[in-house]
Nanobody
């Protein structure tokens, strides 16, 4: 089993909500940054939301601000992405990622992360 296990994708209509979960295995507990990225076929992977696990607030892509919320449950070693007011353009494969050291000015840059979970498909229909 991988170090990061993502779940919660699915299909919804525009305006609906989904919650993604990313569970961290005990062996790799201690990541300082965890977040969600998404990718559409033929496009680069883009950062959606990232959280500093030691007490910071989340950082969000402009396209999801006000609609998505990232949160951390330290007792369960799990990061959540609550997605509300979903739009068809949110359709993508969503990946969770984590690392121990990330340049603070590049927290939404996928190249900063070395630990990745499997993708989970999110489909939003109009």
């Amino acid at each position: 089993q991988g170090e990061l296990v993502a779940s919660g994708g699915g299909s919804v209509q525009a305006g609906g909500s989904l919650r993604l979960s990313c569970a961290v295995s005990r062996l790799t507990y201690g990541f300082t940054y965890m977040g969600w990225f998404r990718q559409v076929s033929g496009k680069e992977r883009e950062g959606v939301a990232v959280i500093y696990t030691r007490g910071g607030s989340g950082s969000y892509a402009d396209s999801v601000k006000g609609r998505f919320t990232i949160s951390l449950d330290s007792t369960r070693n799990t990061v959540y992405l609550q997605m509300n007011s979903l739009k068809p353009e949110d359709t993508a494969i969503y990946y969770c990622a984590a690392d121990f050291s990330v340049e603070s000015s590049r927290v939404l840059d996928s190249r900063e992360y070395n630990y990745w979970g499997q993708g989970t498909q999110v489909t939003v229909s109009s």
